[in-house]
């Protein structure tokens, strides 16, 4: 399975419009691939939580259009990152999408872990309430979202459900970026499983990006990393890998706590 990391780089200057159109051409260009995935709130920035409730749009508004016709002319799955989506009764969620490669949305994810304390997001937005994999024709994807990536029993419940490649979209500041990589690796050696966890770069609200997009396997090797601008990460994954990790080291099967049966 071929999977593409489209580390885009969010410009203040730059329209919500403009940047939808950039990154959809982002996606057509990756035609090759079999999975392409976008980071965490690029239309308008993690940070820029001014600007949360003037660009918030329902499921199916303008990013949602475009990036099923992105997926559809590229003839891929398509992890559209996450946007400010705003539900019927007026509240946000920070969402993702995913498109199959005839620009059918497969699923979508609402953020549970909701960053920010007592300001931002933790106050602006709702909590999503609802794990979400997605089956490709090789793998399963478990979905998560940037500050998601701190709290393990989210993964561990993906897991669970089958998810055997782990997306984590994400804007996660350039002042932790230390914490981003150790974290990506910790989920993907504990589950066994792959995690393709992609950032943005650039700056929002004056906060600088950490970047550095990350292809982990599940022994916890890093199989590709990006440094801190626009880049986009293509990667061959070997989906067997995660059956053959579980069956050689099958520590999954020595679990004692939790709520689900183990593996």
Known sequence: MRASLIQIAVDPDESVEDRRARAAALVVARSGSDLVVLPELWPVGAFAYTAFEAEAEPLEGPTHQVMAKAAAEAGVWLHAGSFVERTDDGTLF???LVFSPEGERAAFYRKIHRFGFDRGEAVMMGAGEELVTVALPDTTLGLATCYDLRFPEQFRGL?????ETLVVAAGWPERRRSHW???ARARAVENQAYVLAVGTAGTHA????A???IVVDPW???LAEAGADEEVLTVDLDAEKVRTTREQFPALKGRRL???SPL
């Open 211 to 213: 970047g550095h997009s």
């Open 181 to 183: 990589t150790l974290l």
């Open 220 to 222: 916890g090797e890093v």
């Open 94 to 96: 920070n969402t993702s």
């Open 159 to 163: 897991v669970d459900a089958g998810a």
């Open 258 to 260: 939790g709520l689900a």
């Open 206 to 209: 004056d906060i600088p990006q």
